[in-house]
């Protein structure tokens, strides 16, 4: 037994002053002479025995009531805490999409919300940690305040950054009072992570009652046809075969095209639109099927006319360059090294120096400060380089230098497949490849190269360098044919088309919440001024880079929603962009809490919120006394008036 005021105890020191006046009463007998007291002698010492008796019943009831009145005051309990103690719970509530689904209940996120609040207490402070929020210690009025206010997000959590929180949070507060409870339906989580954990803790798993999906799982441009860009869109199931699902194309809330299809058991197919010749397309596509979610059965694109790439050639004339960068995406120009205006270096995005013996200075100042505002820069000897003149370039940009040109024959044998220049380049990696060959090279000494295509001998004969806000692309042996076959080869293609591409960064269909996504506008904005993306509800400012020929913004955390946004400047709109949720979030990989609990004895598994929020309550739980005392009291009270009243020596 504990007490709340346990300094009121003290006053059980005066229960000695009842007991010192019923033991030194200061009344007196008076004798009273008979003439015969035979007969009285044995009563008159029966009525004393009695009273004697009578009072110390009056003493002892007295004493009770005094007793149970001063314990009743110091309020008593029963409990595993002390009732001054304030007891702490952290609660991880997961509002990421995939618990906006139906399960037993209802919604899997409101019902969870719901019995927080039912079931959380005013002797409790509280930390929620939301995937796109942190409140630290709340009351359970705070506490219902943000939970009713709730709504799920793009934004998500991985559920070992919130373990480590955990075992920090009981590092640093008394692991008596307090308590651990994640709620959440743990999807994409290994088992693994909780091998280490050793916290105390209550998992609650969130569980929809459906186990079927159907999501959009990619939109990209198929093919590109005289009548117009084909629109594919990849579909995928997880769980039984579908038939006659219907699929929708809108430009903005306008339907454009309809059709149905059937797709296999745990399987993806691809769905395809002609777009026709449309300058500016706002696409959203919908899938009506009843499923476990709903968030990734619509999904948004935009085809853009982008603006054409300017690229400048200077040196040696090359043919087939002219064939990749087209007229219709690239404005491409070519110069000599004579006939080169150094004014318009910085209005170009790609800047190839093509087999020039030497690097003058002036060049290398102009492209040393090309780079600095932005632009990319290829580089590719010649046969007869000058390398003094390469490496003070090099050196300028401090990624390495030319160690010494070999004459021999060699093979171009490794590609890097999961470089970004091949993204979506290839459908499988080729074993099958037939190599081209160069017969002179550079070996070169760059420490922060990535490579692209490397020799036999693993030397990079197509690298990048990462500069200060720019990328270096070098190519380590002459193009031209008398000394490489290479320009003969399907690889060189995409190579050089996508280092354009890399120079400029072009519109996508859509970018993805939540990742890191590179926006490139071809407008210079002062560094004083800022663009802003907005929609209809929300508003917000990117990070944004101010180069010479151009603009770039960053976005990652936002925008939160899928649909359509305008990038503005000054009110007016410079581009709209789409965005789409993360389709990880689409994937039904939960964890099975029992198999992780089945072996450590500091998890705990329950079914539902209220049955976890109730185990912790009743843990922490007192059992108020004084009321049993107060009652006690008042029988005492009781028990002395019946005395006086009936008891009659």
């Avoid at 008593?76 to 999409?97: T, V």
């Avoid at 019995?115 to 359970?140: F, G, P, Q, R």
């Avoid at 095209?257 to 010749?277: R, Y």
């Amino acid at each position: 037994m504990q007490f709340k005021h346990p300094e009121v105890l003290y006053l059980l020191a005066l229960l000695i002053v009842p007991i010192l006046v019923h033991l030194f009463q200061l009344q007196k007998f008076v004798k009273v002479p008979f003439t015969n007291v035979d007969f009285l002698q044995k009563l008159v010492q029966e009525t004393r025995k009695s009273s004697r008796i009578k009072k110390w019943l009056i003493l002892g009831t007295r004493m009770l009531l005094l007793t149970c009145l001063i314990f009743a005051f110091s309020q008593p309990y029963f409990g595993s805490k002390k009732e001054n103690d304030r007891k702490q719970a952290y609660i991880y509530l997961d509002n990421s999409l995939s618990t906006n689904t139906k399960g037993k209940k209802g919604n899997l996120l409101q019902v969870a919300a719901r019995e927080l609040i039912e079931n959380s207490t005013d002797n409790t402070t509280y930390t929620l940690e939301t995937n796109n929020n942190v409140h630290k210690d709340i009351s359970a009025k705070e506490l219902k305040d943000v939970l009713f206010k709730i709504e799920n997000t793009a934004e998500t959590k991985n559920i070992k950054d919130i373990l480590l929180k955990v075992k920090e949070n009981q590092r640093n507060v008394s692991a008596k009072n307090h308590e651990n409870i994640l709620v959440s339906d743990f999807q994409n989580t290994s088992e693994k992570t909780f091998n280490t954990f050793d916290a105390s803790t209550v998992l609650v798993p969130l569980s929809a009652e459906l186990r079927e999906n159907l999501s959009i799982d990619s939109i990209y441009v198929r093919k590109e046809t005289p009548e117009g860009p084909i629109i594919a869109i990849r579909v995928k199931n997880q769980g039984a075969a579908k038939k006659n699902i219907p699929i929708a194309l809108y430009s903005k809330e306008n339907l454009v095209n309809k059709q149905t299809f059937d797709i296999s058991k745990d399987a993806e197919k691809t769905v395809t639109f002609p777009m026709g010749k449309s300058n500016d397309f706002f696409g959203k596509i919908t899938l009506s099927y009843e499923d476990a979610f709903r968030f990734d059965n619509t999904s948004f694109f935009i085809l853009n006319k982008n603006p054409r790439i300017k690229i400048l050639s200077i040196g040696k004339e090359a043919d087939f360059l002219t064939k990749i960068f087209t007229a219709e995406e690239f404005d491409y120009q070519h110069t000599t090294l004579q006939n080169l205006n150094y004014n318009t270096i910085n209005n170009q995005n790609l800047i190839i120096t093509n087999e020039l013996v030497r690097i003058p200075k002036p060049l290398q100042n102009s492209l040393v400060e090309f780079t600095k505002n932005g632009g990319n820069l290829t580089v590719i000897p010649s046969v007869t380089s000058d390398v003094a003149s390469y490496n003070t370039l090099f050196n300028e940009f401090k990624i390495g230098s030319i160690t010494t040109k070999k004459t021999d024959s060699i093979k171009i044998t490794d590609i890097n497949f999961n470089h970004p220049i091949f993204r979506n380049v290839f459908k499988e990696k080729i074993t099958n490849f037939q190599y081209p060959l160069s017969y002179s090279y550079f070996e070169t000494n760059f420490p922060m190269r990535s490579n692209i295509l490397a020799l036999e001998n693993k030397q990079p004969f197509i690298c990048d360098c990462t500069l200060s806000g720019a990328k270096l692309f070098w190519v380590a042996g002459a193009l031209d044919k008398e000394n490489s076959n290479f320009i003969t080869s399907p690889i060189v293609v995409p190579i050089f088309y996508n280092m354009a591409k890399e120079s400029m960064k072009r519109s996508e269909l859509y970018y993805t919440i939540g990742i890191k996504n590179t926006i490139d506008l071809q407008r210079n904005i002062d560094t004083d001024k800022v663009v802003s993306i907005r929609n209809s509800q929300r508003n917000f400012i990117p990070l944004q880079q101010n180069f010479q020929n151009k603009t770039r913004i960053t976005t990652i955390e936002r925008p939160v929603e899928a649909g359509f946004n305008a990038i503005v400047f000054k009110e007016d709109t410079i581009q709209t962009v789409a965005y789409n949720y993360d389709k990880k979030e689409s994937l039904l990989a939960f964890l099975d809490t029992e198999k992780v609990t089945k072996d450590k004895k500091n998890l705990v598994v329950k079914n539902s919120v209220e049955n976890a929020m109730q185990s912790i309550n009743e843990k922490n739980e007192v059992q108020w006394l004084w009321k049993w005392f107060l009652i006690l009291s008042i029988v005492s009270l009781f028990l002395e008036i019946l005395i006086l009243k009936f008891f009659k020596p």
